[in-house]
C-alpha cells in the first residue's frame, strides 16, 4: 500500500473507533483518580488495546498503575505515551482523559498495519503526571529501553507544536524546635513556627536576585496548633522552576539556604527532602516535530504559535534521553487554562472531542512518516492531499 493510502487507511481505522475513544475519555474524565491511584483509568486502557489484538503487560515496572503494550515486529519501536491522572479536588481539569484516549486511538489506527510499516508499537501507560514524577520512575525501570521516538499530546488553551516547560524541582521541608508557654517560660522554646517565617523572608528577597525564568513557590503544611504554645514542628511544601535542568542545581541549593538559614536563626533544627524525582524541561525533536506540525496542517488545526515556559511535564525526562515530541491542542480558544475548574467541564467539549481523534490520527500519521522516514533514510513528506479525504 502506498504511503498515502496506509495514511488514509490508518485515518479511518481511528475513525472506526470513535466510539470507542470518546467513551474512554468520558468514563475516565467521570472517574478521577490522583496519581499512583489510577486503577481503573490504566485497566480500561489496557482492556481496549488487549482488545484488538495488543500484548499487554500490568502492572508495569513496578508500578500498580502503569501497563505496557505493544503490537508488531518492525525496527523502528514507536511509543505512545498515555497519561490519565487526575488533579487532587479537580477531577480532569488537565484534560489527561483525552491524553489517554488519543494514545489509544493512534495504537488502534496503527494496530492493522505496524508490521508492513516496520513498525513496532509500544503505548506506555504512565501515572503520576501531576505529581509523582512517574514518566521519570518508568524512564529508570527501563520503560523506553530501545524506542526510537516517543509521542503523546496534551489538550491546552492554545495550539502549540513546540511544546517547552520549565525544569522543576520539589522539596519538602520540616523545622523541630522546642514547645514552650509563650507567657510563663517563652526563653525555653524553640519557635518551629518562625523558623519558616524567616526562611519565607528570606526567599522572599531573594526572588529579587533571580533570572526571570526562575521560580520559586511553595505553601505552609503545618505552623503549630494553638496560640498559646510556641511550636515546636512546621511543615512546607516548595517547588523550583528552571529554564533548563541544568539550572534546577544552583536554585535548589540557594533555595535550600534559606531554610537553613530559618533554623539557624532560631535554633532550630531543619530536614529537606526531595520527595520525587526532578521534572526535566521537554525538549522537542526537530524531525519529529517537522512531520508532526506537517500533518496537523492537513488536519485543520490551528495555525501553532510560539510560546515560552509555562508549565512542567514528566514527558521532559524522557525527552532528554529518546527523540520525543509533545504537541499542545487548543480546547478552550484562551478562554480557561488547566487546573482550573472550567477546565475539567472543556474537557468534555465537542472541541476536546476533535483534540482525541486529531490527536489520535496525527500521532500515528506521524509514526507513520517516522518509520518511512527510517527505513529509507530519508525524510518523507508528511500529510499528503491523498490523506485530506
Not at 490551528?302 to 514528566?314: K, L, N, Q, S, Y
Request: aromatic letters at 4%; a negative charge.
Amino acid at each position: 500500500m502506498p504511503p498515502t493510502a496506509t495514511k488514509q487507511a490508518v485515518r479511518d481505522r481511528v475513525h472506526a473507533h470513535r466510539d470507542e475513544l470518546l467513551a474512554l475519555s468520558r468514563r475516565i474524565h467521570a472517574h478521577p483518580e490522583v496519581a499512583f491511584e489510577e486503577h481503573r483509568a490504566a485497566a480500561w486502557c489496557a482492556e481496549l488495546l488487549r482488545a484488538h489484538g495488543y500484548t499487554v503487560t500490568a502492572p508495569a515496572h513496578g508500578l500498580a498503575t502503569a501497563f505496557t503494550a505493544r503490537l508488531g515486529s518492525g525496527p523502528v519501536t514507536v511509543a505512545l505515551v498515555c497519561e490519565y491522572d487526575a488533579l487532587p479536588g479537580l477531577g480532569h481539569a488537565c484534560g489527561h482523559n483525552l491524553i489517554a484516549a488519543a494514545g489509544i486511538g493512534a495504537a488502534l489506527g496503527l494496530a492493522p498495519y505496524a508490521d508492513q510499516l516496520g513498525l513496532t508499537v509500544r503505548v506506555i501507560g504512565a501515572p503520576a503526571e501531576e505529581r509523582g514524577a512517574g514518566k521519570a520512575l518508568l524512564l529508570d525501570a527501563g520503560a523506553f529501553d530501545g524506542v526510537d521516538a516517543a509521542m503523546m499530546v496534551h489538550p491546552c488553551p492554545v495550539e502549540i507544536a513546540d511544546f517547552r516547560s520549565f525544569a522543576l524541582g520539589t522539596l519538602s521541608v520540616r523545622y523541630t524546635g522546642r514547645a514552650a508557654h509563650p507567657s510563663l517560660n517563652p526563653h525555653e522554646g524553640r519557635n518551629a513556627a518562625d523558623a519558616l517565617t524567616v526562611a519565607q523572608v528570606a526567599l522572599g528577597l531573594l526572588r529579587q536576585q533571580l533570572p526571570p525564568q526562575w521560580r520559586v513557590h511553595g505553601i505552609t503544611t503545618a505552623a503549630g496548633t494553638a496560640p498559646n504554645l510556641i511550636p515546636d514542628s512546621a511543615s512546607a511544601e516548595y517547588e523550583i522552576r528552571a529554564s533548563a535542568a541544568e539550572d534546577l542545581a544552583e536554585l535548589r541549593a540557594r533555595v535550600e539556604d534559606c531554610f537553613r538559614a530559618g533554623a539557624l536563626a532560631t535554633g532550630c533544627e531543619v530536614t529537606l527532602d526531595r520527595p520525587e524525582p526532578d521534572y526535566l524541561d521537554m525538549r522537542g525533536d526537530a524531525t519529529l516535530l517537522t512531520l508532526w506540525q506537517a500533518n496537523a496542517a492537513v488536519l485543520g488545526r490551528p495555525e501553532p504559535v510560539e510560546h515560552g515556559p509555562f508549565a512542567c511535564t514528566d514527558m521532559g525526562n524522557v525527552s532528554h534521553v529518546v527523540p520525543s515530541i509533545h504537541p499542545v491542542l487548543d480546547i478552550t480558544g484562551g478562554a480557561c487554562g488547566p487546573h482550573e475548574a472550567g477546565f475539567a467541564e472543556a474537557a468534555l467539549s465537542p472541541e476536546a472531542d476533535r483534540a482525541v481523534l486529531d490527536g489520535a490520527v496525527g500521532l500515528a500519521w506521524t509514526a507513520v512518516d517516522f518509520a518511512a522516514a527510517g527505513s529509507t533514510g530519508g525524510t518523507v513528506a508528511a500529510g499528503s492531499a491523498a490523506a485530506k479525504s
